[in-house]
């Protein structure tokens, strides 16, 4: 299927926190409860409509043992935005360890959107990918990201077409405003 652009994502965050349970929530709408340790890095893509034009975010899912920490690295290069992922208690909410406004404050100091998600019920999955590629959409629009310079983790894609020219390519005057990447 035909995109106007391309976002790179990556997911990190320790081992065993669901990285690639929240990517299979995101792309399969599924949830696997028992799952392989990721190995080095896997991939999946998936295709959302913001603004009317379609974007394919196209994300990977590093592995969070440390043995694996200098191949994972070399992917944060590149990569239009990245979801920080860990687990709240690695069991249940009763047995929260990690409370909201920890995870709040530690956003709100580095300006990043916050979102508990559950790979499980699905809760935010959808918009913990969505509100991010709305935000690095917004900034296109705006002219803080370069869409020329792939090492944005943005790619043009063979959809893409200029509609007005006195806004960076691809753009139009009246956008959505996501959180913060």
């Not at 590149?78 to 979801?83: E, I, M, P, Q, Y």
């Not at 929260?96 to 300006?111: P, Q």
């Not at 590629?133 to 893409?160: L, R, T």
Request: charged share 25%.
């Amino acid at each position: 299927m035909s995109y106007a652009y391309l976002f790179k994502y990556i997911i990190i965050g320790d081992t065993g926190v669901g990285k690639s349970c929240l990517l299979l929530q995101f792309t399969d709408k599924r949830f696997q409860p028992v799952h392989d340790l990721t190995i080095g890095v896997e991939f999946g893509a998936r295709m959302i409509t913001i603004d009317g034009k379609q974007i394919k975010l196209q994300i990977w899912d590093t592995a969070g043992q440390e043995s694996f920490r200098s191949i994972t690295r070399s992917y944060y290069r590149g990569a239009a935005g990245a979801l920080l992922v860990y687990d709240i208690t690695r069991d249940l909410e009763a047995r929260r360890d990690v409370k909201k406004e920890e995870g709040e404050a530690f956003a709100r100091e580095h300006g990043l959107i916050f979102m508990e998600t559950s790979a499980k019920t699905a809760a935010n999955v959808e918009e913990a990918f969505i509100n991010t590629a709305k935000e690095i959409y917004q900034k296109i629009q705006e002219g803080v990201f370069d869409i020329n310079n792939e090492a944005n983790g943005i790619k043009i894609g063979p959809q893409h077409s200029p509609s007005n020219p006195s806004v960076p390519l691809g753009g139009s005057r009246n956008q959505d405003s996501g959180g913060c990447c």
